[in-house]
């Protein structure tokens, strides 16, 4: 849905005014399993990204935290964790990312992922998987930052002894990525363009193909104003919160129980 909407010249059969027209329509008119494209790529680059994720925040956070507030927590660690560890989780995320919405797309040519992936690579060649990538950053890092300095805020109000619980884990989850999905929203809607090169949008453009952060903003303004730069916002907030708070209850859950096991191993000897 999110793609959808954040469609600069959408056909007129993809013009949506919501969240739930798009799912209605989508689903009457494409069936009822079209939302659920391109979750099976997805699903493939989630774990290697996620594991490449959460190890380097947790390493990171806590050998920044004793540098800059040893023994304690610190904001400015958390930040900077999620922003390095951002450069690896898109690295392994973005050609996923690229197939994914060009999937999405209305009228998508391609049926399947291996299709998609063949096309893309004979047409465009391997940079086409990674042309949002500098864009992905720059809008991931400020994301991060914000979605982990939220997150561990949030948990310093609601769990401040910092013990599971996974009602804390949801809910800090939840509003931590509520948050950075509105704030970021203008750089998504860029690089879905990138990741796209939306035929509508590219009539518009001399160049043929819309390259780089700068090109992307240009043509976003150009196509649809500023009012462009939050197409879908309210998907991408819908999005962002079971997403985030799944995330993190699943990785905080994990956490506990590898810590408990290594707690008992450590009591047994």
């Not at 799912?23 to 774990?47: D, F, H, K, Q, Y």
């Not at 197939?99 to 893309?120: E, F």
């Not at 970021?184 to 043929?208: M, R, W, Y």
Request: charged share 15%; glycine share 8%; net charge positive.
């Amino acid at each position: 849905l999110q793609t959808r909407m954040q469609s600069l010249r959408p056909e007129p059969a993809a013009r949506y005014r919501n969240v739930l027209e798009a799912l209605w329509r989508i689903a009457r008119t494409e069936g009822v399993w079209r939302p659920m494209r391109g979750l099976n790529i997805t699903a493939t680059g989630a774990g290697p990204a996620h594991a490449l994720y959460f190890a380097c925040y947790e390493k990171l956070k806590k050998t920044l935290s004793d540098v800059i507030h040893a023994g304690g927590n610190s904001h400015v660690a958390n930040g900077a964790a999620g922003c390095v560890a951002t450069l690896l989780h898109d690295a392994a995320m973005n050609p996923a990312e690229v197939v994914k919405q060009r999937m999405q797309m209305y009228n998508s040519p391609y049926q399947r992922v291996t299709d998609c992936v063949r096309t893309v690579w004979r047409n465009e060649g391997a940079g086409a998987f990674y042309r949002s990538y500098t864009t992905q950053l720059t809008m991931n890092i400020p994301f991060q930052a914000i979605h982990f300095m939220t997150y561990e805020f949030l948990q310093e109000q609601l769990n401040p002894h910092r013990q599971y619980n996974p009602g804390s884990h949801v809910v800090s989850g939840a509003c931590a990525g509520a948050v950075a999905a509105a704030a970021t929203t203008p750089l998504d809607v860029c690089k879905t363009l990138l990741n796209t090169q939306e035929s509508l949008a590219l009539s518009s453009n001399i160049s043929g193909h819309i390259t780089g952060m700068a090109n992307a903003f240009r043509t976003v303004y150009q196509v649809g104003g500023v009012t462009a730069y939050f197409r879908g916002v309210q998907a991408r907030v819908i999005y962002q919160m079971p997403s985030t708070a799944i995330a993190w209850s699943v990785y905080e859950f994990f956490k506990y129980i590898l810590t408990k096991r290594q707690e008992e191993r450590r009591a047994g000897k």
